[in-house]
């Protein structure tokens, strides 16, 4: 089964400008969690997606937004980028729904915010 | 709320070193307890975990068991290699909610 994939893998940005991410989950996952990674703050929860739908969110600005497809795909996106967006994002995918609360992570996208 | 703590890095050992990184958690309920490995430039990989109170979670030579009376779930391996050096988090998730709780993370270094 292939894994969870993101893209893209490296992106470079400049302040005020808006970004999206993309995560495709294993197949049959139907739950899509995103995490930001920095080095000052970790690994921090963004948002949760269930069929479409968020289930939960974390504690980030309204700039940090995101949705999932019928596909289960998902997508978040930044907008008016900050420095301090600068980090790794983490999409992970669970087979939540079927008492499997494990969550399996992508590669992630490491972006970068001048 | 829910927290996890672990041990500070960076922990340093030689090949074949006996390696323990403790970890302790917070959390309301039952969670199910994960420890996940991070390599240099790559995602998080699932090393093992443990759903009840006594699991045992193995795997690749890597053991960890969920004490609920002490609330720990250390991680230990009896002969670590080189190829083990990286980044390993402890995280807890609360029954019926898709969050990761995670630990700060621990380095491991083994050198030759």
């Known amino acids: 089964k292939a894994g969870v994939t993101q893209t893209p893998r490296y992106l470079i940005k400049t302040r005020g400008q808006q970004v999206t991410l993309s995560c495709s989950p294993i197949?049959?996952?139907?739950?899509v969690s995103w995490y930001q990674q920095t080095p000052g703050q970790g690994l921090q929860f963004l948002f949760e997606?269930?069929?479409?739908?968020?289930?939960n969110k974390g504690n980030f600005p309204g700039r940090f937004s995101g949705r999932q497809f019928s596909n289960s795909r998902s997508e978040m996106n930044v907008s008016t980028l900050e420095l301090g967006d600068s980090a790794l994002y983490l999409c992970?995918?669970?087979?939540?729904?079927?008492?499997?609360?494990?969550?399996?992570f992508g590669p992630g996208t490491r972006l970068l915010v001048l | 709320g829910n927290s996890v703590t672990q041990m500070e890095g960076p922990v340093t050992l030689s090949e074949e070193a006996f390696l323990t990184i403790n970890c302790t958690y917070t959390?309301?309920?039952?969670?199910?307890l994960f420890w996940y490995v991070q390599y240099p430039g790559e995602g998080l990989q699932l090393l093992l975990k443990?759903?009840?109170?006594?699991d045992k979670g193995s795997n690749k030579g890597f053991e960890a068991t969920y004490r609920k009376e002490t609330t720990s779930f250390h991680l230990e391996k009896g002969s670590v290699q080189v190829s083990d050096s990286a980044v390993y988090f402890c995280?807890?998730?609360?029954?019926?909610?898709?969050?990761?709780?995670f630990g700060t993370g621990t380095r491991l270094l083994v050198s030759p």
């Open positions: 992970a995918s669970s087979s939540w729904g079927t008492r499997e609360e494990t969550q399996y």
């Open positions: 197949s049959g996952h139907r739950s």
């Open positions: 997606y269930f069929s479409e739908t968020q289930r």
């Open positions: 959390a309301t309920g039952y969670p199910s």
């Open positions: 443990a759903t009840k109170a006594d």
């Open positions: 995280a807890l998730i609360s029954a019926g909610f898709q969050k990761l709780v």
